[in-house]
């Protein structure tokens, strides 16, 4: 617990700022040509020349640029980065396409001399998403109007895991842009989208979430400019699932009734930029079921998950983590008898406390266990592909887990119950984090973390969550998770919990 507070420190002081607006660049991502130039800190060199190609979005998802000398390439360079010149005469080339698309610009650079190429060409990037707003990677084709040249085939990105949209810097004018397989000429799944000179377009598609075809485009200007200014998404849904079932299979002539209801709330908060990664996700879920002859509902799932995650990065793939999770119930933990049974409460050294006769037990209050973990280190990110993406974890980790009035029943003896004490580890973690896209609609995560404690006589400790999830129509899905736990501090033996749920998703937000 008294980890915490520095922890919290932590997140606050290296949460970044919320404006991200552009001056001279008008309705652009990044910031003014001038402050990108300021930002990368490097000073004159004498005898050189400068010259700085300034980046409308993110320079890790926008084209480079390339500097030749008389047919000679002397650097390829990201935009939004400086090159170091001797004087002379160069050409600059720069854009999306191949490299007889891209354009190009003569400068002459003189000795000490700062040029900041001015931005003639245009920034275009394109979201696709269905009609529940969700961030869909699914591929479309650009062209440019009235010829009909072909620029390429783009994605749009799944933003709920992180991924970013590319940026295509191209020449002013009109563009077609198709659903992939689709002819140039077609009527059907395009839109067009004119660029302007020194303009960002931030353009949006909606797909259907079955059939795959354009139902609308165009710029979401509130959307636009929400992103524009705060770099902030946010996202958040409601799940539900219901059963209901009646039958006299016990008896003739009673009819016996289950139901059980099953709701989660997920919300998704995430910031992101260049260096920056903030991402804030809860998950409640709750599930209550009355079973035959019983008078009332029961609880059966009750799980409340907070992560909060902060990544600094270093270099596009490593980076500096910080993290911080919570997991507890919102609702006391009880057990139930058929007939009344005489249990036996023991402290948590195996000494006896007492017995009594109940027809059920509150084993645990409500928000007991309370489980804390935070953690800092260093964030690899292994693999990034339009399918997959692999990140890799570690570093120093703390955790406290808070058990007041908790009991746990021995898995011999359902009449006996021993008290848990609180618990606070530390020692090196490492965590694996990882999703698969197997379909178009079906995707695979899986989430591994581990904590060595210190001390002779503590033990291996892990978490590994994984996650199936089929997207049948646009908002009903099959949800099947798998969860893996070993705690020694909360239980002897290592805890297993299968959920399936056949559930209706409302977007909140």
């Known amino acids: 617990m008294k980890y915490i507070p520095l922890i919290f420190c932590l997140f606050l002081l290296a949460l970044p700022g919320w404006s991200q607006t552009s001056n001279d660049g008008g309705n652009w991502v990044a910031q003014s040509p001038q402050v990108q130039l300021d930002?990368?800190?490097?000073?004159?060199?004498?005898?050189?020349?400068?010259?700085?190609?300034?980046?409308m979005t993110n320079s890790d998802f926008e084209p480079v640029y390339i500097v030749t000398l008389k047919d000679s390439v002397i650097k390829v360079q990201k935009m939004g980065r400086s090159v170091f010149l001797r004087p002379g005469t160069y050409t600059i080339t720069y854009g999306s396409g191949t490299l007889a698309q891209m354009m190009k610009q003569e400068i002459n650079i003189k000795a000490e001399e700062t040029r900041i190429l001015t931005p003639t060409w245009s920034g275009l990037t394109v979201r696709v998403m269905d009609e529940t707003r969700e961030s869909l990677k699914e591929p479309y084709e650009i062209y440019r109007m009235p010829d009909g040249e072909a620029y390429g085939i783009g994605y749009g990105a799944d933003e709920q895991l992180g991924e970013k949209l590319q940026t295509w810097i191209l020449p002013p004018g009109l563009y077609k842009i198709i659903k992939l397989g689709e002819n140039f000429n077609t009527f059907i799944n395009f839109t067009t989208v004119k660029l302007l000179p020194g303009e960002l377009t931030q353009y949006t598609i909606v797909m259907d979430s079955e059939t795959k075809n354009y139902l609308?485009?165009?710029?979401?200007?509130?959307?636009?400019?929400?992103k524009r200014i705060k770099n902030w998404y946010i996202y958040s849904a409601l799940y539900g699932s219901f059963t209901l079932n009646r039958a006299n299979d016990v008896t003739s002539d009673e009819q016996q009734t289950t139901m059980a209801f099953v709701a989660q709330l997920d919300y998704n908060i995430r910031y992101s930029t260049h260096r920056h990664y903030f991402l804030a996700r809860g998950l409640v879920e709750e599930g209550w079921n009355m079973q035959r002859k019983q008078n009332t509902f029961r609880s059966y799932l009750d799980n409340v998950r907070l992560k909060n995650l902060y990544i600094y990065y270093f270099f596009p793939y490593l980076g500096f983590y910080g993290r911080l999770f919570l997991e507890t119930n919102l609702f006391q933990t009880a057990y139930y008898y058929d007939s009344p049974q005489t249990i036996t409460l023991y402290d948590a050294h195996?000494?006896?406390?007492?017995?009594?006769?109940?027809?059920?037990?509150?084993?645990?209050?409500?928000?007991?266990?309370?489980?804390?973990?935070?953690?800092?280190?260093?964030?690899?990110?292994?693999?990034?592909?339009?399918?997959a993406n692999l990140n890799i974890r570690a570093g120093m980790g703390f955790r406290q887990n808070i058990n007041w009035n908790l009991y746990t029943q021995d898995s011999q003896d359902n009449l006996s119950y021993y008290a848990k004490n609180s618990a606070w580890l530390r020692g090196p973690e490492a965590s694996l984090i990882g999703n698969y896209r197997v379909f178009r609609n079906m995707m695979i995560t899986s989430e591994l973390d581990m904590l060595l404690p210190y001390g002779t006589n503590d033990q291996f400790v892990y978490d590994w969550e994984n996650n199936i999830n089929l997207r049948l129509s646009k908002n009903i899905s099959i949800d099947y998770t798998l969860r893996i736990k070993h705690d020694p501090s909360i239980v002897s033996y290592t805890q297993s919990e299968q959920i399936l749920l056949f559930r209706y998703s409302y977007i909140l937000f």
């Open 216 to 226: 609308g485009s165009g710029i979401l200007e509130f959307e636009a400019r929400q």
């Open 350 to 387: 195996g000494n006896l406390e007492r017995t009594k006769t109940v027809r059920s037990f509150s084993a645990a209050p409500s928000f007991s266990p309370l489980e804390l973990k935070e953690g800092i280190g260093i964030n690899l990110q292994l693999l990034k592909s339009l399918r």
């Open 39 to 55: 930002s990368e800190g490097y000073d004159d060199i004498k005898g050189l020349g400068r010259i700085f190609v300034p980046m």
